[in-house]
């Protein structure tokens, strides 16, 4: 029984090193090795900055670290939320959160999902969900290292590089599923499609908080959910900037992918920024910033 018995303390020894409550040095450790480790990676295989943040490199891993990264994070911000759920619920809700939008928008404009198209996000999705919340003490580790420090900021980048993918893809598959289309007569008064890619590239950047079904439109009711916000301002700016200003198409995509950044690592500054816009916004337009109070109207006895 001595054999069994230093066995158990030994995995009891490890599950408490790697517990989230033990002030383990091995958390802050790990987070920094990842961090620098993905650093000099990139450093030295890909083909420079401009190709990792535009999401281009695909002769390197600089494509798939960051795609694993995005479905990494998205895993890792909705733990709490699916942690009692049932496994099949917990995955698919974490596939909605991953991309929904990638499901809605290509969908508005009658073309394949891209999840459909490139399985391999399935399966990065089913792969990052099960390592996030289903592999006992290792799970709640992985959590406290992403959850600070470079680990944190890591996934933040994987994170705007990602979803500016989502958006940009979104907008260009909208304006040529529109240029392409041949069974209905093209607008008369709009030379290139400027309403269904706004569409497609806000529903690419948030189509998820929007489902199920059941959720409505609560994701838009007062207008200050930030991946609400960028997901409406991306597609505008890079719009306005390629099909008005002559921008090219990827130093667009290099705009709204830092724009994506900083918002995801400066949130404090973020928001004192976007409440600045958006209040200049509604007080020239007149339209109405908050919702009124909902009245219930009650029955006289």
């Known amino acids: 029984a001595r054999p069994t018995q230093q066995l158990s303390r030994s995995l009891d020894a490890l599950a408490f090193s790697m517990s989230p409550s ?42 798939e670290i960051t795609a694993f990264g995005f479905f990494l994070k998205v895993a890792q911000d909705n733990r709490k939320k699916v942690a009692d759920l049932y496994w099949a619920k917990a ?23 891209v999840p459909l198209m490139e399985e391999t996000f399935v399966w990065m999705v089913v792969v990052t969900w099960y390592i996030t919340h289903n592999i006992p003490h290792f799970s709640d580790f992985l959590g406290e290292v992403l959850r600070e420090g470079p680990g944190r900021t890591m996934l933040s980048i994987f994170f705007g590089i990602f979803k500016t993918q989502q958006i940009v893809g979104a907008v260009e598959l909208a304006s040529k599923a529109v240029a392409a289309e041949d069974l209905l007569p093209k607008s008369a008064y709009f030379p290139f499609a400027v309403a269904a890619p706004l569409l497609c590239g806000f529903v690419g950047g948030c189509g998820g908080a929007f489902l199920p079904p059941s959720s409505g439109l609560a994701p838009i009711e007062e207008g200050k959910v930030w991946n609400i916000r960028a997901a409406f301002f991306a597609p505008l700016m890079y719009v306005i900037a390629t099909r008005f200003c002559g921008v090219d198409l990827l130093t667009a995509k290099l705009g709204i992918c830092l724009f994506r950044i900083a918002g995801e690592l400066f949130p404090s500054q973020r928001d004192a920024i976007m409440e600045s816009v958006t209040s200049v916004l509604y007080n020239g337009s007149n339209v109405r910033s908050t919702p009124l109070p909902t009245v219930v109207p009650v029955k006289k006895a």
């Open 22 to 63: 033990a002030s383990h040095p091995l958390v802050p450790l790990a987070s920094w090795v990842a961090g620098a480790g993905v650093i000099a990676y990139l450093a030295t295989h890909s083909l420079g900055l401009f190709p990792v943040l535009t999401l281009t490199d695909r002769k390197s891993w600089a494509w």
């Open 91 to 113: 995955l698919v809700c974490n596939a909605i959160a991953a991309f929904g939008g990638g499901f809605l928008a290509p969908m508005i404009v009658g073309r394949t999902p």
